[in-house]
């Protein structure tokens, strides 16, 4: 079964930092790339950030470029979204998502859209 599985939202004050887990299952991270979207209340849905399978390759869209960091541990099919400095604007549901292709960039995830989609997870940025 194909799965991957978001975890480590929660509520911080403007200023912190949160660490987000998409664990993901049946697949490798060696064939799949990894984008994390986020949906704020009333808002469509944005990529934030991308993680390539082929190629150690990142990338952010920029209202998060030089807050957050992609990253990846393929020994435990995990990919991490480091997010610092969080913003009252950083608010929503943030899920990962995978596509079966080697290359990926935020453009690239949001308008060829992604293979497989995990539930979610609420980051609530509050004072």
């Known amino acids: 079964q194909l799965e991957l599985v978001e975890s480590g939202g929660g509520a911080v004050r403007p200023g912190e930092s949160l660490t987000l887990s998409c664990i993901v299952s049946g697949f490798s991270l060696d064939l799949y790339s990894i984008g994390w979207f986020r949906q704020a209340p009333g808002k469509e849905r944005e990529g934030v950030s991308a993680i390539s399978s082929g190629i150690d390759k990142t990338d952010y869209a920029d209202a998060v470029k030089g807050r957050f960091t992609i990253s990846r541990d393929k020994a435990k099919n995990t990919v991490y979204l480091q997010m610092n400095n969080l913003k009252p604007e950083d608010t929503a549901v943030y899920s990962c998502?995978?596509?079966?292709?080697?290359?990926?960039?935020?453009?690239?995830?949001?308008?060829?859209?992604?293979?497989?989609w995990g539930k979610g997870t609420l980051v609530t940025v509050s004072s």
């Open positions: 998502a995978a596509a079966q292709v080697s290359h990926i960039t935020v453009e690239s995830m949001v308008f060829y859209g992604m293979d497989l």
